[in-house]
């Protein structure tokens, strides 16, 4: 599957994503903290720190297979450090709305959609359904989400939710974040 497909439309949606999988806070305790973004010179967003494993763990980790994808979405992302700093922005603003989110309330739905994409084969439209039901069972279970901006909401719960199960199935990381970034550029209803 080619990640990058999508970048040159609307570049927002990934490096908005790539910083908020970097920087929301693990949800699985058994995971280290990810490696931070960069803010260097360089003309994309970069993570300079080396990846450390202790020889425990599972066979795939989510801190490894969001390296993978950023080692292979972030060359095709040619931006300034300004819209590093935009993406890194707008980022920390979702993980605070996301933040509302109860632990149990975000894990019953991860699991839930978790298993539904175990039990699909990949197809974005029937990916981005499961998704999309995900995020309305989270957007019932918390009220005060309403005060916010609907779009901003229902991003900041997309992205939580992928992270979330992200890092219990690393590998959906590659087909769920094509879904999200695609599911970002259809046309929305007014």
């Not at 280290?32 to 993570?47: A, F, T």
């Not at 981005?128 to 909401?153: I, T, Y």
Request: glycine share 4%.
């Amino acid at each position: 599957m080619d990640c990058n497909k999508n970048v040159d439309g609307f570049p927002e949606t990934s490096l908005v994503l790539l910083a908020f999988l970097q920087h929301k806070r693990c949800q699985n305790g058994d995971l280290k903290r990810e490696p931070e973004l960069s803010n260097n010179n360089n003309n994309y967003i970069d993570s300079d720190e080396e990846l450390q494993t202790d020889g425990h763990g599972s066979p795939i980790d989510f801190r490894g297979v969001l390296h993978d994808l950023q080692l292979q979405i972030q060359p095709q992302l040619s931006v300034n450090a300004e819209e590093a700093q935009a993406a890194r922005e707008m980022a920390a603003e979702l993980i605070q709305i996301a933040d509302m989110l109860e632990n149990r309330v975000l894990s019953r739905a991860a699991n839930s959609l978790t298993k539904k994409l175990s039990t699909s084969t990949y197809q974005l439209q029937v990916w981005s359904n499961h998704l999309s039901d995900g995020v309305q069972s989270l957007l019932q279970h918390v009220p005060g989400a309403r005060e916010f901006n609907k779009e901003l909401v229902e991003m900041a719960f997309t992205f939580a939710l992928v992270k979330t199960v992200c890092e219990h199935a690393p590998p959906f990381l590659f087909q769920l974040y094509d879904t999200v970034v695609q599911t970002f550029l259809a046309p929305r209803p007014q």
